[in-house]
């Protein structure tokens, strides 16, 4: 069975950094780009940066783009999501979720999430 | 960025009862729509991808139509695990984006 656990979150002050990890299982990790999205307290989804099977392909959404750096280590069947200049708005819990390895860009099996708190 | 607006926000129902959830792109997206159930605290579920093809495991009362601009999820026979919050999102192009959100709640 596919499981995903995030990890990493906490809290911290605006202008701090942060890396969440995300390890993966029950599958061939390099099968399946990787994505992580975000919910902030209250709110609605949003998908924050998608990262190809092998690294070749990167993308952020504006709100992060410049800020957090997506990354993977499929020896270690993990993605990574370091954030650098934290602000309030990104208070949110992360979730890493897998794209479908047949099917482009849709995902199937996402984690629990992972807190992360901006604050001073 | 495409703009995803969902209707109703909110909706209550009976069990039993069959509901519809309708999802709008501000441009065409063709089928590269996914919907997601949500229960609080708890991870997004994935439904359906496609517009229309079910994801493994999830039960057939579940189902996904439409292309282009114009989706529908419909929930045939509401049982109590269904009362959640329904996404709709669009994965043609980045930056991918979400609907609001539509909140099922129990009559």
């Known amino acids: 069975e596919v499981y995903l656990v995030e990890s990493g979150g906490d809290l911290v002050r605006p202008g701090g950094s942060l890396r969440l990890s995300c390890a993966g299982s029950g599958f061939t990790f390099s099968c399946c780009p990787m994505n992580w999205f975000r919910q902030a307290p209250g709110k609605g989804l949003e998908w924050v940066s998608s990262i190809s099977n092998f690294a070749t392909y990167i993308n952020y959404a504006p709100s992060v783009r410049g800020r957090f750096t997506i990354s993977r280590d499929n020896a270690k069947n993990s993605v990574y999501l370091q954030m650098d200049s934290l602000r309030a708005e990104d208070t949110a819990v992360y979730y890493c979720a897998r794209e479908m390895p047949t099917i482009e860009d849709a995902t199937d099996f996402w984690g629990r999430g992972t807190l992360v708190t901006v604050s001073s | 960025d495409i703009q995803m607006t969902q209707s109703p926000s909110s909706l209550s129902a009976f069990v039993g009862d069959r509901v519809t959830i309708t999802c709008r792109a501000s441009q065409g997206i063709k089928n590269y729509l996914a919907w997601f159930q949500q229960k609080p605290g708890r991870a997004p579920k994935s439904l359906i991808y496609?517009?229309?093809s079910l994801q493994s495991g999830v039960p057939s009362k579940f189902s996904g139509s439409g292309s282009a601009t114009d989706f529908t999820l419909t929930i045939r026979s509401l049982q109590p695990e269904d009362f959640a919050t329904y996404y709709c999102?669009?994965?043609?192009?980045?930056?991918?984006?979400f609907g609001q959100g539509t909140k099922v709640e129990l009559k």
């Open positions: 999102q669009q994965y043609y192009t980045y930056p991918w984006t």
């Open positions: 496609g517009a229309s």
